[in-house]
């Protein structure tokens, strides 16, 4: 973000302002963190600010300071419409596209607010009127932290702040371990902690609060694994009645493509989890080195992402689906095959 947008900012905060902070849809810990991180910074200047999530996400999310607060557009629709019709700014934070944000787009693109974006996803569209992108960065969340820098306001960040913008680094970079994790990243995370981030109490929010039900799902889920040595790819299908046996809630499948990922020799996995109330097969992507499951993902799936972390979806059933990525795997051999 240059100078000269950083000082239109500055003025633009200088005087209390209706804001309104919108992550994306299916909301992962880097865009509840990064807006509730952005939130608590805002209160402290004395604006009005809203939080509306277009849909809920999952219970180990639900913990971070004034979470509670945060209007879900699927839920409250008329609610949430006036607060956007009266904001003067719009934060969007996390995705770079409105369509990422399902049914609030029409009202979002038709708001007159002034529209900043905060996001580190790779070919940014064009709606803000501010936009600090960034592909290198690790999340969202590390951007919050700069951007408050950039208005010289570090100094005001406490420990609410600091716990939301610890928890989406934390998550988004796979615990500090995803090559987007810089140096800058762990100087950020340091200063995080400083500030009064629990890193193991936010740790164990996040990823020790397992149900048996999703132990057990995960185990369904990898006696699904499957492997294709010769495309150094694997993949996991879960059906939605194998979810159903398993007591399925949202949020359960996060990091469930992380195990294809890890098995020796492969670079490239999937999972394929079907949905009966969105009539879709919802897919995740994670790849390694610089084959880019956000081109495939752009291309066969009507998704998008990043290199090595992508999303999207397949109006085919289950099987179709997957062997439409069975079918599509020879066109990547020259990235694939070994
Ligand atoms: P996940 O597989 O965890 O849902 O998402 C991986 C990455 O891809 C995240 O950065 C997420 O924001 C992005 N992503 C997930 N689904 C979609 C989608 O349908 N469209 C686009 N453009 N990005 C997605
Ligand atoms: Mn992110």
Known sequence: MNKDDINSIKTLLNSPKAIVIIPHKNPDGDAIGSALGLYHYLKQNNHNVSIIAPNDYPDFLKWMPKESSILKYDAQKEDCDAVIYHADLIFTLDFNSLSRIGDMETIVSNSEAIKIMIDHHQQPDDYATYMYS????????????????????????????????????????????????????????????????????????????NSYARLQLLGRALSNLKVIPEYRTAYISLSQEELNTFDFKKGDTEGFVNYGLSLKGIIFAAIFIESHQDNIIKISLRSKGDFSVNELSRTHFNGGGHTNAAGGRSELNL?????????????????LKI
Request: aromatic residues 8%; contains cysteine.
């Open 134 to 209: 960034d592909i290198s960065m690790s999340s969202t969340c590390e951007m919050v932290y700069n951007f408050i820098e950039m208005l010289d306001e570090a100094n005001k960040i406490d420990r609410d702040i600091a716990t939301c913008l610890y928890t989406g680094i934390m998550t988004d970079t796979g615990s500090f371990r995803f090559p987007s994790t810089t140096s800058a990243t762990h100087h950020i995370v340091g200063q995080l902690i400083q500030k009064g981030a629990n890193n193991s109490e936010i740790h164990n929010q996040i990823y020790d609060t």
């Open 319 to 335: 099987k179709e689906t997957i062997d439409k990525f069975i079918s599509i795997l020879p066109q990547y051999k020259q990235d």
